[in-house]
């Protein structure tokens, strides 16, 4: 079945300690993108990549990063996470980038930060 | 970068009626919109989409329509059933950026049976 996966789907943490949500897709997509989620504001864009070893700021990438070793994978690190990170996250892939196809999410994982 | 204006909301229907969303963008350049639906707990699902050489696209209950000069597009859904209950997202991309999706703030739609 063609997916997007995300793992974990829940993740309780506290302050300043290291965490990685991984997302791996099985499409062959080139684009991939991670999302956060906030009510009230929609889905911001916090990095995309257009193929491996090409990664990209969105509008929040502040406390993020991320890597593209492999074209399937699009890990999100937190290297010291906020509470104002706190978030639904959403990772995303497309067959290509320019936004010129539709993307496909996974299922979201719940962060929260204390 | 690319603003994505979305109204209302929160919209309510009796079920049958029709539901009306709203969306603007500021990048005149931008040249893909696509809706997503996102039900209570789940991802967001791709309903429909247009590109910026077409005025109208339908599917079945569900239609959008864009106006390029007017730099606005938008979300039509006839005869509402209760399971079109959901939050709908527009967005926006392909514009100066390129490669970046800019999300509306989502509409909350209920139907009401």
């Known amino acids: 079945e063609a997916q997007v996966t995300q793992n974990p789907r829940y993740l309780i943490t506290v302050t300043g300690k290291k965490l990685t949500v991984t997302c791996s897709q099985n499409?062959?997509?080139?684009?991939m993108s991670w999302y956060r989620q906030d009510p009230g504001l929609g889905l911001r864009q916090i990095y995309y990549s257009m193929n491996v070893e090409v990664t990209d700021k969105g509008d929040v990438p502040e406390g993020y990063k991320v890597s593209r070793k492999e074209k399937r994978n699009f890990p999100l690190i937190l290297e010291s996470p906020s509470p104002n990170q706190t978030s639904l996250y959403f990772c995303?892939?497309?067959?290509?980038?320019?936004?010129?196809?539709?993307?496909?999410f996974g299922n979201g994982t719940r962060l929260t930060v204390t | 970068g690319e603003n994505v204006e979305q109204h209302p909301s929160t919209l309510s229907v009796q079920e049958g009626d029709s539901a009306v969303i709203k969306c603007t963008y500021s990048?005149?350049?931008?040249?893909?919109f696509p809706w997503y639906k996102q039900e209570l707990g789940k991802r967001p699902q791709l309903i429909i989409d247009?590109?910026?050489?077409?005025g109208e696209k339908k599917d079945q209950r569900i239609a959008v329509t864009l106006n390029k000069t007017a730099k606005h597009f938008s979300l039509h859904i006839t005869e509402t059933q209760p399971e079109d209950s959901a939050v709908y997202f527009c967005a926006a991309s392909g514009g100066v950026t390129g490669n970046q999706f800019y999300f509306g703030t989502g509409t909350s739609l209920t139907v009401i049976p």
């Open positions: 247009i590109r910026s050489n077409v």
């Open positions: 990048d005149s350049a931008s040249n893909y």
């Open positions: 995303a892939s497309a067959p290509r980038g320019g936004g010129r196809s539709p993307l496909h």
């Open positions: 499409m062959n997509h080139e684009y």
